[in-house]
């Protein structure tokens, strides 16, 4: 699905539930217009052949089509929907959305005033209202947000930034081995590195980021998922270019020298120079971090089966190192 200049989207591929947005469930394999659509400044679509899809205009309208399996589009109902349909009812009445994110099983949109409203199968609690309840229509589940995000894979994390730049997450933690809930110490290997236990996140908690660094005041200015599955992790790209990681640290991808897994409350310093930009690719745990940063070199961490982290020699790596561009 593609946002062209006009402000009109167009979408080709597989379209068995409607997601191409053009009145019909047969794949066009040529791109086809979303049906009237106009205007528009922001899109998303979900995952694989059970997509759901957003568009939000410049007046701050929401549209929703595509899979509606889990009541997403937040219809009351589960039926599929093969043309744009404007949501203004449930908790979106009178809003003017700003942002919005089709997830694994949800939609999320984000309103003018701050409040972010969920709609879908959230199972795994990554509306942070408590409870695992399924939202047939659009619910409010948080206030005084400034931007979010909201994973399309399995075990979804919808992670926060509020108005006075403090973050949070909801969501899947696996039976903790995300590493993502409030965690307490288990044990202590010989040379300090704790092993956490965890609780599970169906209400919203803290990612423990640093206000200050060295005693200037310090605001995160990128945040990216990664992982599938259970091997969730998320960094932080803070505005004095450090970056900070917590999640799932098996195989690398938290760039900290460990192979442990770091919790929400206590987030680790990746070992690398002040960054500009930060990146996240593979699939489960095999995942690779990319860092760009302020001297314009681009680092890599974590997986390297697959020459993924640009390891010529195909290794995993728990600290970043310089890619060699040729």
């Not at 047969?26 to 979900?46: A, H, K």
């Not at 700003?98 to 795994?124: E, F, M, P, R, W």
Request: glycine residues 16%; charged residues 10%.
């Amino acid at each position: 699905m593609v946002l062209c200049s006009d402000g009109t989207v167009h979408a080709c591929g597989y379209n068995g539930y409607g997601q191409c947005g053009n009145g019909n469930t047969t794949n066009q394999y040529y791109f086809v217009r979303c049906g009237t659509l106009t205007n528009v400044v922001d899109i998303s679509c979900g995952r694989e052949n059970y997509t759901s899809c957003t568009a939000v205009t410049s007046s701050g309208q929401l549209y929703v089509w595509g899979y509606n399996g889990d009541w997403q589009l937040g219809t009351n109902n589960g039926s599929h929907q093969s043309t744009p349909l404007l949501r203004d009812t449930g908790s979106l009445t009178g809003k003017t959305i700003t942002k919005a994110q089709a997830g694994h099983l949800t939609i999320v949109a984000l309103a003018s005033d701050g409040t972010l409203h969920g709609a879908g199968n959230q199972n795994t609690g990554s509306f942070g209202i408590g409870n695992t309840s399924r939202q047939n229509v659009f619910t409010q589940i948080a206030t005084g947000v400034a931007d979010f995000s909201n994973n399309n894979y399995d075990y979804p994390v919808t992670i926060i930034r509020k108005t006075n730049n403090t973050m949070q997450w909801a969501g899947g933690n696996g039976g903790g081995d995300q590493a993502l809930g409030s965690s307490y110490v288990v044990s202590t290997d010989e040379y300090g590195v704790p092993t956490y236990g965890y609780t599970n996140g169906t209400v919203w908690q803290p990612i423990n980021i640093p206000t200050t660094i060295n005693g200037v005041a310090v605001t995160p200015v990128k945040w990216v998922k990664g992982g599938t599955g259970n091997y969730n992790y998320i960094l932080i790209l803070m505005s004095n270019g450090y970056v900070y990681g917590c999640g799932y640290g098996g195989n690398g991808a938290l760039a900290n020298g460990y192979s442990s897994n770091v919790p929400a409350s206590s987030p680790t310093l990746c070992l690398i120079p002040p960054c500009t930009d930060i990146a996240c690719w593979g699939h489960g745990a095999e995942s690779t971090t990319g860092f760009i940063t302020t001297t314009r070199k681009l680092y890599c961490s974590g997986y390297g089966g697959g020459y993924s982290n640009a390891n010529v020699r195909g290794e995993t790596v728990w600290s970043p190192i310089v890619v060699q561009l040729y």
